[in-house]
C-alpha cells in the first residue's frame, strides 16, 4: 500500500488548498508587518528641526535644582549633548550612567552634556541624591516637552537627546535610549 497522492484525487485537492491557505496567511502576515512597521516609524519619526526653534533654545534659561538659572548660550561654542529626561522614564534612568561616563570622558575635548528633566523639582532633586552625576542638570517641566516637539521629537517621548556642534547648529538626535555605539560615532564627528 502506498502513501503517496495521486494526481486529481480529493486528497491532492486538499493539499492544494492547505498550500494556498499557507500563502494567503503569509501574505495577510508581511502586511501585517509592514503596515505596524510603518506607524511606528510614523510614530517615532523625528519632524524636521526649524531654526527658529532652534535658536528659541539659545535663548531660554533654565532653572537648576539648586534655584541658579542655567542660560542655554553659556554651552554655546563647543559640542553639546542635550538630554530630555524624566525621573519616572525607565530608559532615561537607565541611560543616565552612560551619558555621566562618556561627559567624564569627553569633557576635557571639549565636550558638554545637560540633562534637561521634564519632571518636578523635588523628584529631580531626590534622584540626582541618589544617582549623582557630573554633569548639569536642569528643570523644563511641561514648557521642556513642548520644546523637545519644537526640536522634532513630535511623539513627545523621552529619553529625547540632541547634539549641537560647536557652531550651535543640529547634528544628531535620537528618540530613545542611546548606545555606546551611537556616543562614540556622535563624538567623532561632531
Do not use: H
Request: charged letters at 20%.
Amino acid at each position: 500500500m502506498s502513501n503517496e497522492i495521486e494526481p486529481g484525487s480529493a486528497g491532492a485537492a486538499d493539499l492544494g488548498a492547505v498550500a494556498r491557505r499557507n500563502w494567503l496567511l503569509a501574505g495577510v502576515a508581511a502586511a501585517a508587518a509592514i503596515a505596524g512597521g510603518g506607524l511606528a516609524w510614523r510614530k517615532y519619526a523625528l519632524d524636521d528641526v526649524t531654526d527658529e526653534a532652534v535658536n528659541r533654545l539659545w535663548q531660554t534659561g533654565f532653572d537648576t535644582v539648586a534655584g541658579e538659572v542655567l542660560a542655554m548660550a553659556s554651552f554655546k561654542g563647543r559640542p553639546l549633548l542635550l538630554n530630555f529626561w524624566a525621573t519616572w522614564c525607565p530608559p532615561c534612568v537607565e541611560e543616565f550612567p552612560l551619558l555621566d561616563a562618556f561627559y567624564r570622558e569627553n569633557s576635557s575635548n571639549g565636550w558638554q552634556v545637560l540633562g534637561l528633566a521634564v519632571d518636578k523639582a523635588a523628584s529631580v532633586q531626590d534622584f540626582l541624591l541618589k544617582t549623582p552625576v557630573s554633569f548639569p542638570v536642569a528643570l523644563s517641566g511641561m514648557e521642556g516637552a513642548a520644546l523637545s516637539k519644537a526640536l522634532g521629537n513630535t511623539a513627545g517621548g523621552l529619553p529625547f537627546t540632541i547634539v549641537f556642534g560647536g557652531d550651535g547648529a543640529v547634528r544628531y538626535r535620537k528618540m530613545g535610549k542611546v548606545s555606546p555605539r551611537e556616543l562614540q560615532d556622535w563624538r567623532a564627528t561632531a
